[in-house]
């Protein structure tokens, strides 16, 4: 298959609007897929690059929580065929590497290092302008009307699910969820808290309430957050803006929670979560910090066998748990109508990182057809 032209959001330097072009895609080479983008989410991960906290291969096409139908695929590709619907993955474990071999395929090696490249397996993007490559974010480049991924990269879903919903699977719901589910595996009638419900935090604050939590303190310091998260199963919420957050859990909380979730990315919060763990908590990170950012916390703690662990994509093992999550929204048990906000065209891709950035939405949507 020839190349085909795309229309795209293509980030070329941090504190820049992204540019909407116009790009040469190349056909999916053996074990790729090509898809057609029904819809993309607007995560603060892509916004993290705009706003120069994290680095990230240049010039990219971004968006990394994405689902469309299957147009054509390449040689050896078994999993997937023209016209079925998927979700894609920024994580195309390969499942072989030690970490797919042990269970831990969010972990894998080179799809990891894929992600971090912006590339296919093979190290090489699909995408260019004028000849010159253009990466995609995290093995995806999701704001585009088309794409090439990896066949790891694709989850077959029912095709009765609506695909703008199936997106935020991609990458919010799959992250807050299983990071209570698969990271944390809270424990039914255990207190949760946690620091942030933007579009990751409210599917932490989902994710607790589908685990059975009992309290599920949420925190933000926007107060039309909090409303959200209450609709998402809080039962108490904090604004930070307005009193110490650490105090006020501890307060709903005596002791402590069983759980502190930090889904913000920044190292005070970081701190205020673990502070608010109870003798023997579990404090997850989700939130990406800023590149080169340090944690400082109080070393006597760990006598109290607190423990502190990262999540990444909420310990996704993709082809299960994003079926999963399907038949849970199919059934009415999982949220994802009330997480889009905003849908956007894709020339409103700046406008929808904009409100991102004030804290608008609980997540929207670009449909770059
Ligand atoms: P978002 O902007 O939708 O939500 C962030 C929320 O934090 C907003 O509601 C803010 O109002 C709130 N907030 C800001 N400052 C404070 C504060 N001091 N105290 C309390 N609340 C505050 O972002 P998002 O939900 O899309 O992403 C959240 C983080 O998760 C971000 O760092 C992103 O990069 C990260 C992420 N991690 C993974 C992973 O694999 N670990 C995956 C996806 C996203
Ligand atoms: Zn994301």
């Given at each position: 298959m020839g190349k085909v032209q795309v229309k795209a959001a293509v980030f070329y330097r941090p504190h820049e609007p992204l540019a909407v072009q116009e790009l040469e895609l190349e056909g999916p080479r053996a074990g790729e897929v090509l898809v057609r983008i029904a819809a993309c989410g607007v995560c603060h991960s892509d916004l993290h690059f705009?706003?120069?906290?994290?680095?990230i291969a240049s010039p990219s096409v971004l968006g990394h929580e994405a689902a469309g139908v299957v147009e054509a695929v390449g040689a050896g590709v078994a999993s997937v065929q023209p016209g079925d619907h998927v979700v894609l993955s920024f994580i195309p474990s390969c499942g072989r590497c030690q970490y797919?071999?042990?269970?831990?395929?969010?972990?894998?090696?080179?799809?990891?290092?894929?992600?971090?490249?912006?590339?296919?397996?093979?190290?090489?993007?699909?995408?260019?302008?004028?000849g010159r490559p253009v990466y995609q974010m995290g093995s995806i480049g999701g704001f585009a009307s088309y794409t090439v991924v990896p066949e790891a990269g694709c989850v077959k879903i029912r095709g009765d699910?609506?695909?703008?919903?199936?997106?935020?699977?991609?990458?919010?719901?799959?992250?807050?969820?299983?990071?209570?589910?698969?990271?944390?595996?809270?424990?039914?009638g255990s207190d949760v808290a946690v620091v942030g419900c933007g579009g990751v935090g409210l599917n932490v604050v989902q994710g607790a309430a589908l685990a059975g939590a009992g309290r599920i303190i949420a925190i933000d310091v926007l107060a039309h957050k909090l409303e959200l998260a209450r609709q998402f199963g809080a039962t108490h919420t904090v604004d930070a803006s307005r009193e110490d957050p650490v105090e006020a859990v501890r307060r709903i909380s005596?002791?402590?929670?069983?759980?502190?979730?930090?889904?913000i990315g920044r190292p005070e919060t970081v701190r205020q979560a673990f502070d608010m763990a109870r003798r023997g908590g579990l404090t997850v990170v989700v939130g990406?910090?800023?590149a080169g950012a340090e944690v400082s916390l109080p070393a006597g703690a760990f006598l109290t066998e607190k423990t502190i662990t990262g999540s990444a994509y909420g310990g996704a093992r993709m082809p299960v748990d994003v079926p999963r999550l399907v038949e849970l929204y199919m059934s009415g048990r999982l949220k994802l109508d009330e997480l889009i906000s905003r849908v956007y065209p894709l020339e409103g891709i700046n406008d929808a990182f904009d409100a991102l950035r004030r804290g608008e939405v609980a997540r929207s949507i670009v449909t770059p057809l």
């Open positions: 705009i706003d120069g906290l994290v680095p797919c071999v042990v269970g831990r395929p969010n972990l894998c090696t080179i799809g990891n290092r894929a992600m971090s490249r912006g590339t296919m397996l093979d190290g090489t993007p699909r995408f260019a302008r004028e699910m609506p695909l703008d919903r199936a997106a935020l699977l991609g990458c919010g719901v799959m992250t807050g969820v299983g990071a209570v589910i698969n990271t944390a595996r809270v424990q039914a005596p002791g402590g929670v069983d759980y502190a979730f930090e889904v990406v910090p800023p």
